[in-house]
């Protein structure tokens, strides 16, 4: 008998929305009610949680220039030397990508590992049966237990987003996507409890944000499908009972709102009830004036989802990468989650 997994991942059709807040904000404030939670960085479009949370690197025993990453580490780096290390990462990569552009994942010299990592994963034998554990990738916040928040991120060097960008906006990987995506969820499933993930998507609805919100509705039905008909699925995300719920967030941009409404429009019934519209950065009004609102915008037009909106207020308390101060969130502020 294994434990169960609480989904949360957060979608918009363009960038710019605060969508990565939400997921931060989400993330910080489950776990600061004490939930165990992980908050898995996707959003491998140039943008890194590393560059903004005061984040601290896995660690192994004699740390050298190409990491151990089929073995677990043993501690964490401090938030100061794993800034050193990133920028080292840099440097490495590019002479590596220079002189053996093929090379194998597992031979690709780095500092501290990555989500980008984890996703193009291969020994250097090609051996599909031996795989990194994901603890190799999970990272620290300076002054929280790992017990309570671990996170995920991506990294934002440009040597990295050369090699995973083709991958993450191309539709013919999302097979490929999903498939990692199933093994990182399995090794979250606790062995008992609730275990939270947190997923932050790049922008725009296709390729990886595509392949997150196919795997949410795969996951979120009473029998859970499989990626192709023959295909498995983990043996531990197969028998764990998932909950999962898909954020698209917007604002009250009329651009954003009817590009918003079309990808909605394609929501099934039968997943309407995983899916829910935020309307981002609202200055005043209740959900019912909100409604009102879009309702001018849209018209008749207007998808159910889209007028379901759930407002987010704009508070400078939310505004958490723009502040030095110590991560404290509000209740309140995870009210669009529904929860008490």
């Keep these: 008998m294994s434990g169960r997994l609480r989904c949360y991942s957060f979608h918009s059709v363009k960038g710019g929305v605060g969508k990565s807040t939400l997921s931060v904000l989400t993330a910080l404030g489950l776990a600061q009610r004490g939930a165990r939670v992980t908050l898995v960085d996707m959003d491998l479009t140039g943008t890194s949680l590393a560059d903004v949370l005061p984040l601290e690197a896995p660690a192994w025993p004699g740390d050298g220039p190409t990491l151990q990453l089929t073995k677990l580490p043993t501690g964490f780096h401090s938030h100061e030397y794993t800034c050193e290390l990133m920028e080292e990462r840099d440097e490495l990569a590019r002479e590596f990508a220079q002189s053996a552009p093929a090379i194998a994942e597992a031979h690709v010299a780095r500092s501290v590992p990555f989500l980008n990592d984890f996703l193009l994963f291969a020994t250097p034998d090609w051996d599909a049966q031996r795989d990194m554990p994901l603890a190799s990738v999970l990272w620290r916040l300076k002054g929280v237990s790992e017990e309570t928040l671990r996170v995920v991120p991506s990294s934002a060097l440009p040597v990295d987003l050369e090699r995973i960008i083709p991958v993450v906006f191309d539709e013919n990987h999302s097979g490929f996507l999903e498939n990692r995506l199933e093994f990182l969820l399995d090794a979250l499933v606790p062995d008992e409890g609730e275990a939270v993930v ?133 209740r309140e502020a995870l009210s669009f989650l529904g929860e008490e």
């Design 198 to 330: 947190v997923v932050d998507t790049p922008p725009t609805i296709p390729g990886l944000s595509r392949s997150v919100l196919s795997l949410a509705l795969r996951l979120s039905r009473e029998e859970k499908q499989p990626l192709s008909e023959q295909g498995g699925m983990p043996a531990r995300l197969k028998a764990a009972p998932v909950q999962w719920t898909a954020f698209l967030v917007g604002s009250m941009d009329q651009q954003d709102l009817r590009a918003a409404n079309r990808w909605l429009s394609l929501v099934r019934d039968e997943e309407r009830p995983h899916i829910r519209f935020l309307v981002n950065r609202v200055p005043s009004g209740d959900a019912h004036q909100v409604r009102g609102m879009l309702e001018d915008v849209l018209a008749e037009e207007a998808n159910p989802l889209l007028l379901d909106a759930i407002p987010v207020r704009e508070d400078p308390a939310l505004q958490l990468f723009r502040s030095s101060s110590k991560l404290d969130i509000p």
